[in-house]
């Protein structure tokens, strides 16, 4: 009597320990009621470009594109180099001179400002290098993705806005706005990335506040 009570508490307890052992599986995000279509609008668009074509924004690109020309892509890719090294390392000279200078503070004052609604913003110059940030990207050339390719490479007016992505970290869907950037008279100058937060967006659109 005794030893079959004692299997079946044993019995219990491995059974317990498994269940526990059990992985837990997380729920598929909720997805967004409005298309992104819906969330980033023509007027939305506009008014990004407002900001995204300041003097500070014109006067940088326009220096880095007197300054630099058109790079070589062997020296591009010599400088991608340098920036993904110097993430990983405490001297960072190429990556402090662009977030110390006067746009990347610009952006970061935006992205502030937005309480939320920006989560990251970046301007590429004519080779597709950046010009200035809100935070440190993973690389120093745009050039190579569709947030270049798809704006710059295509003309003055070019917009791509990429598919909704699930950021895990902070539970809201997100999506870059691209568009070329340029100066008074029309030129090119370079590209600008922001990554908008569509859920915070969805939030507003549906209480009516403006963005």
Partial sequence: MFKTASRFVAGAALMASMVWMTPVHAADPEPLSMSVGELVTDG??????????APIVVSALTGRKNLYGKLPQEDIDLLDKQWRAEREVDDQPLITSVLANPLSSYLIRIQSNSVGLFTEIFVMDTNGLN??????????????EGKFQKTFDVGPNAVFVDEAEFHDGTKTWRAQLNM?????????????????????????ARAGVAS
């Fill in 180 to 204: 070329t950037v340029t100066d008074p008279q029309g030129v090119a100058l370079g590209a600008i990335t922001v990554e908008v937060n569509l859920t915070e967006l969805e939030r507003r």
């Fill in 131 to 144: 010009t200035g940030q809100s935070a440190v990207t993973s690389d120093y050339w745009q050039g190579d």
């Fill in 44 to 53: 939305f668009i506009a008014d990004v470009r407002k900001w995204a074509t």
